[in-house]
């Protein structure tokens, strides 16, 4: 797996910068990624370069959301 802590890389969120390092890291294309997090900001920058972005509002939404897209 791949950590990625901003601190280390002196970037945050929701800068485009944080994501494209991630997937450059990951080796896989923004289109291909998923981003959960529960600040709306954060979901606008990952859409921003391309990820799909996923407002994370409690763990039963979560669930479905996923099981929905197969990742469950």
Not at 43 to 51: D, K, L, Y
């Amino acid at each position: 797996g791949v950590t990625l802590v901003s601190g280390m890389v002196r970037l945050t969120k929701p800068r485009r910068e944080i994501f494209e390092l991630f997937c450059r890291k990951v080796r896989v294309p923004a289109e291909r990624c998923l981003f959960i997090d529960d600040s709306p900001d954060n979901i606008a920058g990952a859409r921003a370069v391309g990820m799909e972005g996923l407002l994370f509002t409690g763990v039963e939404d979560l669930d479905a959301a996923l099981t929905a897209r197969r990742l469950l």
